[in-house]
């Protein structure tokens, strides 16, 4: 918790922890939050030991989260999801990706509509 943003105090129990099938043994990681009008979103990585899934959660606290599950359905690898927090001719934007970034929208934040074809690639350097 912080008052100021700047000095922050640590909590004994953490506020998203590995309870679902897609987080266990594996965890939960990567996280990142975006306020969205009053509620907080939060994209983090679900790995149940073979797989690593963009996951979404909700809270209106920071404390208290609603884990919506992974957020492509039957997608397999993906990482790192961030939020545009505001909305763009009607749409969500989310960047996403591991080695390559992919861009995905949505209307509601819970279902996403994902991009074929990578925004930006991984460089190769001969």
Known sequence: MSSD???FEKRSDPVIFPTEDYEIPGGC?????VKIEDKFV??????????ARLCLAISDDL????????????ESW???GAIVPEKINGKYYMYYGDTNIYLATSENLTDWKISLAPVLEKRIIN
């Open 5 to 7: 943003g700047i000095n």
């Open 63 to 74: 404390i208290n989260w609603e884990k919506l599950g992974p957020v492509f359905k039957g």
């Open 78 to 80: 993906t990482k790192s």
């Open 29 to 33: 990681e990567d996280p990142r939050i």
């Open 42 to 51: 939060l994209t983090y990585t679900g790995y149940d030991g073979k797989v």
